[in-house]
Protein backbone atom coordinates (compact mmCIF):
# COMPACT_ATOMS: atom_id res chain seq x y z
CA UNK A 1 0.00 0.00 0.00
CA UNK A 2 1.06 3.29 -0.57
CA UNK A 3 1.38 6.60 1.14
CA UNK A 4 -1.75 8.76 0.49
CA UNK A 5 -3.91 6.02 -0.87
CA UNK A 6 -7.20 5.52 -0.20
CA UNK A 7 -7.64 2.48 2.29
CA UNK A 8 -10.30 0.97 4.62
CA UNK A 9 -9.11 1.09 8.33
CA UNK A 10 -11.71 -1.54 9.66
CA UNK A 11 -9.81 -4.10 12.07
CA UNK A 12 -6.27 -3.22 10.64
CA UNK A 13 -5.02 -1.47 13.37
CA UNK A 14 -4.59 -2.43 17.90
CA UNK A 15 -4.87 0.39 20.00
CA UNK A 16 -6.76 2.59 22.63
CA UNK A 17 -10.75 2.33 22.65
CA UNK A 18 -12.53 5.13 24.01
CA UNK A 19 -16.30 3.59 25.20
CA UNK A 20 -18.80 5.70 22.83
CA UNK A 21 -20.90 6.46 26.45
CA UNK A 22 -17.14 7.84 27.73
CA UNK A 23 -16.91 9.65 24.38
CA UNK A 24 -20.02 11.57 24.93
CA UNK A 25 -19.26 12.83 28.31
CA UNK A 26 -19.23 16.89 28.53
CA UNK A 27 -17.32 16.57 31.78
CA UNK A 28 -14.24 15.73 31.24
CA UNK A 29 -11.63 17.13 28.62
CA UNK A 30 -10.32 14.60 25.38
CA UNK A 31 -7.13 13.89 26.44
CA UNK A 32 -8.52 12.92 29.77
CA UNK A 33 -10.84 10.36 27.61
CA UNK A 34 -8.23 9.28 25.56
CA UNK A 35 -5.74 8.40 28.67
CA UNK A 36 -8.75 6.58 30.51
CA UNK A 37 -8.43 4.64 27.02
CA UNK A 38 -4.62 4.05 27.41
CA UNK A 39 -4.93 3.07 30.49
CA UNK A 40 -7.55 0.65 29.95
CA UNK A 41 -5.66 -0.86 27.63
CA UNK A 42 -2.55 -1.51 29.96
CA UNK A 43 -4.99 -3.06 32.53
CA UNK A 44 -6.08 -6.49 30.63
CA UNK A 45 -7.75 -9.03 32.25
CA UNK A 46 -7.08 -8.04 35.96
CA UNK A 47 -8.24 -4.78 35.67
CA UNK A 48 -5.58 -2.62 36.93
CA UNK A 49 -2.58 -1.28 35.30
CA UNK A 50 1.03 1.07 36.98
CA UNK A 51 2.25 2.45 34.11
CA UNK A 52 4.73 5.61 34.72
CA UNK A 53 3.45 8.89 34.50
CA UNK A 54 6.32 9.57 32.12
CA UNK A 55 5.44 6.68 29.55
CA UNK A 56 1.63 7.79 29.55
CA UNK A 57 2.73 11.38 28.58
CA UNK A 58 5.43 10.01 25.76
CA UNK A 59 2.81 7.66 24.30
CA UNK A 60 -0.02 10.92 24.38
CA UNK A 61 2.27 13.74 23.53
CA UNK A 62 1.68 15.63 26.25
CA UNK A 63 3.77 16.81 29.61
CA UNK A 64 3.79 14.90 32.68
CA UNK A 65 2.09 17.88 34.07
CA UNK A 66 -0.88 17.14 31.82
CA UNK A 67 -1.16 13.62 32.71
CA UNK A 68 -1.27 14.19 36.67
CA UNK A 69 -4.01 17.17 35.37
CA UNK A 70 -5.48 14.93 33.34
CA UNK A 71 -4.85 11.98 36.45
CA UNK A 72 -6.91 13.96 38.72
CA UNK A 73 -9.69 14.86 36.13
CA UNK A 74 -10.63 11.08 36.00
CA UNK A 75 -10.43 10.64 39.87
CA UNK A 76 -12.40 13.47 40.58
CA UNK A 77 -15.34 12.48 38.27
CA UNK A 78 -15.56 8.94 39.41
CA UNK A 79 -14.00 7.01 36.52
CA UNK A 80 -11.06 6.02 37.86
CA UNK A 81 -9.29 5.09 41.09
CA UNK A 82 -5.42 6.28 42.02
CA UNK A 83 -3.40 3.98 44.51
CA UNK A 84 -0.80 5.67 45.39
CA UNK A 85 2.54 4.13 46.55
CA UNK A 86 3.42 4.39 50.36
CA UNK A 87 6.24 2.87 52.59
CA UNK A 88 9.02 0.59 50.89
CA UNK A 89 7.58 1.04 47.47
CA UNK A 90 7.47 4.72 47.62
CA UNK A 91 11.28 4.40 48.65
CA UNK A 92 12.10 2.79 45.35
CA UNK A 93 9.94 4.83 43.42
CA UNK A 94 7.12 2.44 42.40
CA UNK A 95 4.46 3.63 40.41
CA UNK A 96 0.63 4.13 41.10
CA UNK A 97 -1.98 2.01 41.30
CA UNK A 98 -4.72 2.47 38.92
CA UNK A 99 -8.44 0.94 39.01
CA UNK A 100 -11.01 1.35 37.00
CA UNK A 101 -14.50 2.54 38.80
CA UNK A 102 -18.43 1.63 37.36
CA UNK A 103 -19.86 4.88 36.42
CA UNK A 104 -23.38 6.15 35.93
CA UNK A 105 -22.38 6.55 32.34
CA UNK A 106 -21.60 3.33 31.84
CA UNK A 107 -25.37 2.70 32.18
CA UNK A 108 -25.87 2.24 28.86
CA UNK A 109 -28.42 -0.17 26.38
CA UNK A 110 -27.70 -1.80 23.08
CA UNK A 111 -29.58 -0.67 20.02
CA UNK A 112 -30.28 -3.29 16.82
CA UNK A 113 -27.25 -1.74 15.19
CA UNK A 114 -24.41 -2.65 18.02
CA UNK A 115 -24.08 1.03 19.03
CA UNK A 116 -23.79 2.22 22.40
CA UNK A 117 -26.38 4.50 23.72
CA UNK A 118 -27.51 6.67 26.66
CA UNK A 119 -30.17 5.82 29.19
CA UNK A 120 -32.60 9.06 29.12
CA UNK A 121 -31.66 9.89 32.47
CA UNK A 122 -27.59 9.90 31.40
CA UNK A 123 -28.86 12.24 28.29
CA UNK A 124 -29.78 14.76 31.23
CA UNK A 125 -27.09 14.46 33.15
CA UNK A 126 -25.31 15.01 29.76
CA UNK A 127 -26.72 18.43 29.47
CA UNK A 128 -26.27 19.48 33.02
CA UNK A 129 -22.20 18.55 32.79
CA UNK A 130 -21.84 20.40 29.64
CA UNK A 131 -22.15 23.73 32.23
CA UNK A 132 -19.49 22.63 34.06
CA UNK A 133 -16.01 24.81 34.52
CA UNK A 134 -12.67 23.52 34.26
CA UNK A 135 -10.33 24.45 37.43
CA UNK A 136 -8.22 26.90 36.82
CA UNK A 137 -5.21 23.72 36.99
CA UNK A 138 -6.90 23.08 34.08
CA UNK A 139 -7.05 25.05 32.29
CA UNK A 140 -3.72 26.69 33.28
CA UNK A 141 -2.67 22.88 31.73
CA UNK A 142 -4.61 24.08 28.51
CA UNK A 143 -3.07 27.12 28.02
CA UNK A 144 0.12 25.13 28.59
CA UNK A 145 -0.56 22.69 26.05
CA UNK A 146 -1.53 25.55 23.37
CA UNK A 147 2.01 27.21 24.24
CA UNK A 148 4.35 23.75 23.78
CA UNK A 149 2.10 22.76 20.38
CA UNK A 150 2.34 26.71 19.04
CA UNK A 151 6.37 26.37 19.26
CA UNK A 152 6.70 22.95 17.85
CA UNK A 153 4.03 23.68 14.82
CA UNK A 154 3.44 27.25 15.08
CA UNK A 155 -0.10 29.43 16.01
CA UNK A 156 -2.22 27.88 13.16
CA UNK A 157 -2.12 24.79 15.19
CA UNK A 158 -4.20 23.47 18.28
CA UNK A 159 -4.94 20.32 19.59
CA UNK A 160 -8.10 19.10 19.76
CA UNK A 161 -8.52 19.07 23.67
CA UNK A 162 -7.59 22.74 23.86
CA UNK A 163 -9.57 23.87 20.58
CA UNK A 164 -12.66 22.14 22.11
CA UNK A 165 -12.58 22.92 25.71
CA UNK A 166 -11.56 26.77 25.27
CA UNK A 167 -14.59 26.79 22.70
CA UNK A 168 -16.85 25.15 24.74
CA UNK A 169 -16.33 26.12 28.34
CA UNK A 170 -16.91 29.81 29.19
CA UNK A 171 -15.85 30.74 32.73
CA UNK A 172 -18.06 32.29 34.87
CA UNK A 173 -16.19 34.96 36.25
CA UNK A 174 -14.15 37.71 35.08
CA UNK A 175 -11.24 36.87 32.64
CA UNK A 176 -7.80 37.03 34.93
CA UNK A 177 -4.65 38.90 34.29
CA UNK A 178 -1.87 36.63 33.69
CA UNK A 179 -0.39 35.08 36.60
CA UNK A 180 3.04 36.67 35.84
CA UNK A 181 1.89 40.17 35.25
CA UNK A 182 -0.20 40.74 38.19
CA UNK A 183 2.17 39.37 40.86
CA UNK A 184 5.49 40.93 39.44
CA UNK A 185 3.45 44.58 39.86
CA UNK A 186 2.33 43.30 43.55
CA UNK A 187 5.78 41.87 44.17
CA UNK A 188 7.72 44.94 43.55
CA UNK A 189 5.38 47.19 45.55
CA UNK A 190 5.72 45.39 48.37
CA UNK A 191 8.24 46.94 50.83
CA UNK A 192 9.10 43.51 52.23
CA UNK A 193 10.58 41.08 50.09
CA UNK A 194 10.77 37.41 51.61
CA UNK A 195 9.18 34.52 50.60
CA UNK A 196 8.45 35.05 47.26
CA UNK A 197 8.02 30.96 46.41
CA UNK A 198 5.41 31.06 48.72
CA UNK A 199 4.09 34.08 48.31
CA UNK A 200 3.63 33.56 44.71
CA UNK A 201 1.82 30.08 45.44
CA UNK A 202 -1.05 32.34 47.20
CA UNK A 203 -1.28 34.84 44.67
CA UNK A 204 -2.05 31.32 42.63
CA UNK A 205 -4.61 30.32 44.89
CA UNK A 206 -6.57 33.69 44.91
CA UNK A 207 -6.40 33.97 41.13
CA UNK A 208 -7.90 37.69 40.92
CA UNK A 209 -9.70 39.20 38.07
CA UNK A 210 -7.79 42.65 36.72
CA UNK A 211 -10.74 44.36 39.15
CA UNK A 212 -9.47 42.80 41.95
CA UNK A 213 -6.20 43.00 41.15
CA UNK A 214 -6.07 46.90 41.41
CA UNK A 215 -7.98 46.97 44.35
CA UNK A 216 -5.29 44.75 45.72
CA UNK A 217 -2.51 47.07 44.24
CA UNK A 218 -4.31 50.35 46.17
CA UNK A 219 -5.11 48.51 49.40
CA UNK A 220 -1.46 48.44 49.62
CA UNK A 221 -0.05 51.53 48.55
CA UNK A 222 -2.71 52.60 51.51
CA UNK A 223 -1.17 50.24 54.17
CA UNK A 224 2.22 51.53 53.11
CA UNK A 225 1.45 55.11 54.14
CA UNK A 226 0.20 54.07 57.74
CA UNK A 227 2.39 54.88 61.14
CA UNK A 228 2.62 50.95 61.55
CA UNK A 229 4.67 50.24 58.32
CA UNK A 230 7.25 53.06 58.61
CA UNK A 231 8.92 50.62 60.78
CA UNK A 232 10.11 47.52 58.53
CA UNK A 233 10.36 44.97 61.33
CA UNK A 234 6.40 45.38 61.60
CA UNK A 235 5.38 45.32 58.07
CA UNK A 236 4.05 41.48 57.74
CA UNK A 237 5.46 38.77 55.33
CA UNK A 238 3.67 39.54 51.85
CA UNK A 239 2.26 35.78 52.24
CA UNK A 240 0.85 36.40 55.32
CA UNK A 241 -0.70 39.79 53.96
CA UNK A 242 -2.36 38.20 50.82
CA UNK A 243 -3.57 34.48 52.99
CA UNK A 244 -5.57 37.32 55.70
CA UNK A 245 -6.57 39.20 52.67
CA UNK A 246 -5.45 42.17 53.99
CA UNK A 247 -6.74 44.26 51.54
CA UNK A 248 -10.15 44.17 53.15
CA UNK A 249 -8.69 45.80 56.16
CA UNK A 250 -10.48 49.37 57.20
CA UNK A 251 -7.59 51.56 57.69
CA UNK A 252 -7.48 54.87 59.80
CA UNK A 253 -8.04 57.58 57.63
CA UNK A 254 -5.06 59.90 57.71
CA UNK A 255 -5.83 63.24 60.18
CA UNK A 256 -5.92 66.27 57.75
CA UNK A 257 -4.23 68.46 60.56
CA UNK A 258 -0.61 67.98 60.32
CA UNK A 259 -0.20 69.50 64.00
CA UNK A 260 -2.25 66.30 65.17
CA UNK A 261 0.72 64.13 65.36
CA UNK A 262 2.82 66.34 67.41
CA UNK A 263 -0.33 66.34 70.32
Known sequence: MKVGEV?????MFVGSFVPNALLRYKGLSSTAKLLWARLAQYAGKNGECFPSQKTLAEELGITERQIITMLKQLVAKGFIK?????????????????YFLWHKYF????????????????????????????????????EKEREYKEKENGPLFLSLNAKNLLKEKTPLKE????LD???QRFWLAYPRKVSKSCCEKIWQRINPCPALTERILNALEAHKETKQWQ?????????????????????????????????
Do not use: A
Not at 7 to 11: K, L, M, Q
Open 7 to 11: FNPYG
Open 181 to 183: EGF
Open 231 to 263: DKQYIPHPSTWLNQKRWEDELEKKSSDPLEEFV
Open 82 to 98: QEKPKGLDKLVHKTSRY
Open 107 to 142: DISQTSDGNQMCSPESEENFTSDSEENFTSSERESI
Open 175 to 178: KTLP
